[in-house]
């Protein structure tokens, strides 16, 4: 199967001629989608493997603690909303 492919390719390069989008069609006609892969999710392995979700983190929100662990939020502002103010 794989010498009449190249034969046929070295046919399409010397004689011009071929569909390309065919060509395209073949290459891919056998694919196997990834969660086949005999050798895992790629995403799995590596430096990165074994990373949690921040919401697993031992030591809690880094934005809870430093220097503005206790800020509080805008619309606990005592003077408003600074964009309902009105400038003349």
Avoid: H
């Amino acid at each position: 199967m794989q010498l009449d492919r190249f034969l046929q390719d070295m046919a399409n390069t010397f004689l011009g001629g071929g569909n390309r989008e065919q060509d395209e069609e073949e290459r891919y006609r056998n694919a196997r989608p990834a969660s086949e892969d005999p050798y895992g999710d790629p995403a799995d392995s590596g430096e990165f493997g074994n990373l949690r979700p921040a919401s697993e983190d031992p030591y809690g929100d880094p934005a809870d603690s430093g220097e503005y662990a206790n800020a509080r939020p805008a619309s606990e502002d005592p003077y408003g909303d600074p964009a309902d103010r009105e400038y003349s």
